[in-house]
């Protein structure tokens, strides 16, 4: 329970610090190298606690425990969050690009409003064969 607690405490420590880091380097120049430092710093200190806290103690494993670890049910679950994620990642970066410069576009030319959205709609199916792949995958 007191781990529990501990842990609670240390990831909403690792969220507030770097925040209040980040907004007081709006004020300085340079200081988004701090606010990043700080940051990284929290996150992996956060990570290696709680590492500590839970592979401390005994370890007893049953043999149809370590059957189920062996079998590839649970490698279906990661490929197809994989491949979910990463397609949503690309589609976010392809989107930002495309977006950005479509409106751009536009504000010189209205005519042009058919052929931006198209190429925004292409950015955004990326996120959509990833979603269908993640599924072929399950199913």
């Given amino acids: 329970m007191i781990t529990k607690i501990i842990l609670v405490l240390i990831l909403l420590c690792s969220m507030i610090i770097p925040v209040g880091g980040f907004l007081l380097s709006k004020r300085k120049e340079g200081g988004f190298k701090a606010a990043l430092g700080c940051n990284v710093f929290f996150f992996f200190g956060t990570l290696l606690i709680a590492d500590l ?37 690309g589609a976010g970066i392809a989107v930002a690009s495309a977006a950005s410069a479509a ?18 709609a292409l950015a955004e199916s990326i996120a959509l064969y990833g979603l269908l792949i993640s599924f072929s995958i399950l199913g």
């Avoid at 536009?106 to 931006?116: F, N, P, Q, V, Y």
């Fill in 53 to 89: 806290f839970m592979f401390q103690g005994n370890v007893q494993a049953a043999a149809e425990a370590a059957e189920a670890a062996v079998s590839t049910e649970s490698w279906r679950y990661i490929a197809a969050a994989l491949s979910t994620g990463m397609s949503c990642i």
């Fill in 103 to 120: 409106l751009g576009a536009l504000s010189e030319d209205s005519s042009i409003m058919g052929k931006a959205l198209i190429f925004v």
